[in-house]
């Protein structure tokens, strides 16, 4: 069945405006700034035709050739192929062109093989996914090209360019959840399970545990956290179950940087005899696909991946026609996802 052709009452509905507003900003007429991005970002997301003469500026969605840029080994391949398919469900809609480019670091090459392919095929912007080392950032961003990075090293502040950072919310959610165990469940012992200095999200969520220990006055014991470098093999369930045996004392919550970290983890407790959650609870991140069909199943922070992609896509194409803005981060809206690996909560009635 053919698909509906996208019309300007359609835009107006999704954004919760007149239709009269989005007749405005479409028609080139005075808006305010704010109003205009939201109308045109929507319109993009919805893939609606009359964008590209309506606006009076063809060049904003001129056939563009975008890249998709990833590292030679993904973390996790499902997370990927989800912001894929948001990415390729906004292409689908205009004539892009989607490319897609492995760098591997390992090949002596592989800087200047990038750089030479990225000027031959003249690419218009690039989304980055997983890259976190601090020579490619720059390498890459020394092409002057138009760039949205899915996540980004910590050490952001210190790297100009022309680019943006689509993330999702990181450290909200989990200190969400770690003041819920700490009032319901009187929990005080807390460790983080992973490298925080893998990337920003990593970061953000230790920070998130921090700050919900911080604003519960108690104190944090880096005693009960495995913050190894990132080469630790923190997907092997016997190297985590040496490292909990090597602690003074365990944790009662082990906050993980993200659900395959926490499904390793919950395989060392096993391993331990350790019963989960009556004794230990364990929260993970991402809410992919394994973690709820563990046993047991992973409590975790969902993130809609495809409207990642979507997000990126939508902030490249606005570089893209602003070169020359500020750079910017975009959070995109996370969820927590209970499950068996900490105790029930109790949800706020209507009353409470």
């Known amino acids: 069945m053919p698909q509906t052709a996208v019309s300007i009452q359609d835009i107006a509905d999704d954004l919760g405006l007149s239709r009269n507003t989005v007749s405005k900003v479409l028609n080139n007429r005075p808006v305010p700034e704010k109003t205009r991005k939201l109308v045109f970002d929507k319109a993009i997301e919805l893939g609606y035709k009359g964008l590209n003469y309506a606006s009076g500026k063809s060049e904003y969605l001129r056939n563009q050739k975008i890249m998709l840029l990833t590292s030679r080994t993904l973390s996790n391949l499902n997370f990927f192929l989800s912001i894929v398919r948001g990415i390729e469900a906004t292409v689908k809609k205009y004539d892009f062109e989607l490319l897609q480019y492995t760098f591997n670091a390992q090949t002596p090459s592989a800087y200047r093989d990038l750089g030479n392919y990225v000027k031959a095929i003249n690419v218009d912007g690039i989304i ?40 999702m919310m990181n450290a909200d959610p989990i200190t969400r959840i770690c003041n819920d165990l700490i009032v319901q469940h009187r929990a005080r012992r807390f460790g983080f399970v992973g490298d925080p200095m893998h990337c920003r999200g990593f970061y953000e969520r230790f920070l998130g545990m921090r700050e919900a220990l911080f604003q519960q006055k108690i104190p944090y014991d880096p005693t009960f956290s495995v913050l190894e470098p990132d080469a630790f093999p923190y997907g092997n369930p016997k190297e985590l179950k040496k490292t909990f045996l090597a602690m003074k004392e365990l944790p009662e919550i082990l906050v993980c940087a993200n659900d395959s970290i926490a499904i390793s983890a919950c395989e060392a407790l096993k391993q331990m005899g350790k019963k989960i959650p009556e004794e230990i609870g364990v929260i993970g991140f991402d809410n992919i696909a394994e973690g709820r069909v563990a046993v047991p199943s992973v409590t975790t922070v969902n993130t809609d991946k495809e409207y990642l ?8 194409l606005n570089r893209i026609k602003h ?30």
Not at 333 to 349: A, D, E, G, M, Y
């Open 323 to 352: 070169p020359d803005d500020r750079n910017k981060i975009v959070y995109t809206q996370t969820n927590v996802v209970w499950r068996n690996t900490t105790k029930p909560i109790r949800q706020p009635s209507r009353n409470d």
């Open 128 to 167: 980055c996914i997983e890259s976190f080392e601090e020579r490619f950032i720059k390498m890459l961003l020394g092409l002057e090209i138009p760039t949205t990075f899915i996540d980004f090293p910590h050490f952001s502040v210190d790297i100009p360019g022309a680019y943006d950072i689509v993330i």
């Open 309 to 316: 992609g979507r997000q990126a896509l939508i902030t490249l």
